[in-house]
């Protein structure tokens, strides 16, 4: 078998032009079903998403990192993401994350009628930078009571109703 590492610029290569088409199809038409849902929501997400778990699997275990996987500390996560492999996992997370966070935006601007210039903005940080686009999309949504529409959209149960009982099987 091949070393696994030298592969990782082409796999890296393939999960930046997966991710490209996602956003390219938000950032050009944001407001058809074909591009928000299905290729930025549900295509770009799979594949980035077996191409997260292919990558994990191969490098998981790879020397020359035979210490323990410490996510839970700053040390730890540094020494991760020194692993090749571990970086470019992580990086196919983010990009796997950011994209579907930027389908859902695109999807709920339609539906509170966010005009494209505010949308536009938010979907290009969102690429690039994932938490700052998000956060510049909910002050934008909060303009104009926009967020009180999107959370209608959302379907979320009303917060004052008294809590129900639980009843597991009704008895005849």
């Given at each position: 078998m091949s070393d696994p590492f030298a592969m990782l610029p082409t796999v890296f290569n393939i999960v930046m032009a997966v991710s490209a088409i996602g956003w390219l199809a938000l950032i050009f038409f944001p407001r058809r079903e074909w591009a928000n849902l299905w290729v930025a929501g549900v295509a770009v997400p799979a594949v980035l998403?077996?191409?997260?778990l292919c990558v994990m699997l191969v490098f998981w275990f790879q020397p020359p990192d035979a210490a323990p996987r410490d996510f839970l500390s700053l040390a730890g996560a540094q020494h991760l993401f020194q692993d090749p492999g571990m970086l470019v996992a992580a990086w196919t997370d983010i990009a796997l994350l950011s994209i579907i966070?930027?389908?859902?935006?695109?999807?709920?601007?339609?539906?509170?009628?966010?005009?494209?210039?505010?949308?536009?903005?938010?979907?290009?940080?969102?690429?690039t930078l994932p938490g700052v686009g998000f956060i510049f999309f909910c002050v934008v949504a909060s303009f104009g009571g926009r967020w009180g529409y999107i959370e209608l959209y959302e379907g979320?149960?009303?917060?004052?109703?008294a809590p129900v009982a639980a009843v597991p099987f009704a008895t005849p």
């Open positions: 998403g077996i191409l997260y966070v930027g389908a859902w935006m695109a999807r709920k601007a339609m539906q509170v009628r966010m005009p494209y210039i505010y949308l536009l903005p938010s979907l290009l940080l969102t690429w979320l149960p009303p917060t004052e109703s």
